[in-house]
């Protein structure tokens, strides 16, 4: 049998949409990792007075303020996740637990542009690797669950529990 806990499913959480719950702590990382304003005003080519007026980016660009923005998003849903996994460790250490993330590669929107299911870090708060991958009959789609596969156990080197494997079309 398989004693595990699922701690997310499909997770995915982008801090521009609810800024106003985040935009104060998201000052204080760019504070730490800059220190000065103007060095972050170089780097982002920006003219901030102060801490105080950064902003985050509104919508997905090419720039270092938004490789900086999704630096600090992915950290947020795996410290919640991993803060989830502690509690539940805490009633039964030996319990395995995973988070369903999905195989987005071959998709038109890949999450992982905008979102903070960050596999490399997920990984850290999980025991085996849990996702939503698929590989449809009689599809083009024949190798990507395969792919996904690789990929998962090349970030981490642990079991894969696909809780949600697709082969027709939902």
Known sequence: SFDGVILANEPQYNSMLDSWAFIDDYR???????????????????????????????????????????????????????????????????VF??????????????????SSDNYEILKDVTDINGCDAWSMIATDDSRWKNLFYDFLTSVKTAPIYNTEDHIIVD
């Not at 007026?53 to 270092?64: D, F, Q, R």
């Not at 630096?71 to 502690?86: A, E």
């Not at 637990?97 to 905008?114: E, L, Q, W, Y």
Request: glycine share 6%.
């Open 28 to 94: 204080a990382a760019m504070k730490e990792k800059y220190q000065d304003i103007s060095k972050l005003n170089e780097r982002w080519g920006t003219k901030y007075k102060s801490f105080e007026e950064v902003e985050l980016p509104s919508g997905i660009e090419a720039t270092p303020r938004y490789y900086d923005w999704k630096g600090y998003n992915d950290t947020i849903l795996p410290n919640w996740i991993g803060n989830v996994s502690q509690y539940i460790k805490a009633v039964d250490p030996d």
């Open 97 to 114: 637990t995973h988070v369903k993330v999905m195989d987005t590669f071959k998709t038109g929107v890949n999450f992982r542009i905008s």
